[in-house]
T-cell receptor
Framework: GQQVMQIPQYQHVQEGEDFTTYCNSS?????IQWYKQRPGGHPVFLIQ???SGEVKKQKRLTFQFGEAKKNSSLHITATQTTDVGTYFC?????????WGAGTKLIIKP | EAQVTQNPRYLITVTGKKLTVTCSQN?????MSWYRQDPGLGLRQIYY???????DKGDVPEGYKVSRKEKRNFPLILESPSPNQTSLYFC???????????????FGPGTRLTVL
């Protein structure tokens, strides 16, 4: 069925290294949302992208929406311990919000 | 304070004993939905509601029921719970959607359900 694929499932980084997660949809999306879930918490909205090729920044976070509106990425520069958690993308397909499986950001000790 | 509340937060029950998880939002949102979250599977939508008296199945509706009699409330009912429904459940709400654009989803704190 129609779905949103997200990779990688986990990413281990040293504090200060960069982190990237990718989402790919089997169909064109009208918009895509990104959420962060801290350990033990609930998903919290980060941003929404609507336009083809859109790039938005929030401090060290950069969000991109592909030209074909089928893929998106989240890049974190110079990760900090506060970035730990799972990052999800979600896009509407046939009146439902379909979620990627999430990418867990783990900071190596 | 704008919020989505869920009750109970934790529940341990036995197979077959009917239960209801309540969800309420105070933001006058049209769209509400229920998700379950299992390790490695992300968030899977169980049911969603576009407005009062309008509900529809998500990806994993089997074994669940919902109702939307009032705009603020969207209870999740498990008529005969089974162990495979042990999971973390989230309720969420948002305004819209409008013209296919879904707005920010506000999530409740979650309900951790264990069915023995």
């Amino acid at each position: 069925g129609q779905q949103v694929m997200q990779i990688p499932q986990y990413q281990h980084v040293q504090e200060g290294e960069d982190f990237t997660t990718y989402c790919n949809s089997s169909t064109t999306l009208s918009n895509i949302q990104w959420y962060k879930q801290r350990p033990g918490g609930h998903p919290v909205f980060l941003i929404q992208l609507v336009k083809s090729g859109e790039v938005k920044k929030q401090k060290r976070l950069t969000f991109q929406f592909g030209e074909a509106k089928k893929n998106s990425s989240l890049h974190i520069t110079a990760t900090q311990t506060t970035d730990v958690g799972t990052y999800f993308c979600a896009g509407p397909i046939n009146y439902q919000l379909i979620w990627g499986a999430g990418t867990k950001l783990i900071i190596k000790p | 304070e704008a919020q989505v509340t869920q009750n109970p937060r934790y529940l341990i029950t036995v197979t077959g004993k009917k239960l209801t998880v309540t969800c309420s939002q105070n933001m006058n949102h049209e769209y509400m939905s229920w998700y379950r979250q299992d390790p490695g599977l992300g968030l899977r939508q169980i049911y969603y509601s576009m407005n009062v008296e309008v509900t529809d199945k998500g990806d994993v509706p089997e074994g669940y029921k919902v109702s939307r009699k009032e705009k603020r409330n969207f209870p999740l009912i498990l008529e005969s719970p089974s162990p495979n429904q042990t999971s973390l459940y989230f309720c969420a709400s948002s305004s819209g959607p409008l013209a296919g654009i879904y707005n920010e989803q506000f999530f409740g704190p979650g309900t951790r359900l264990t069915v023995l």
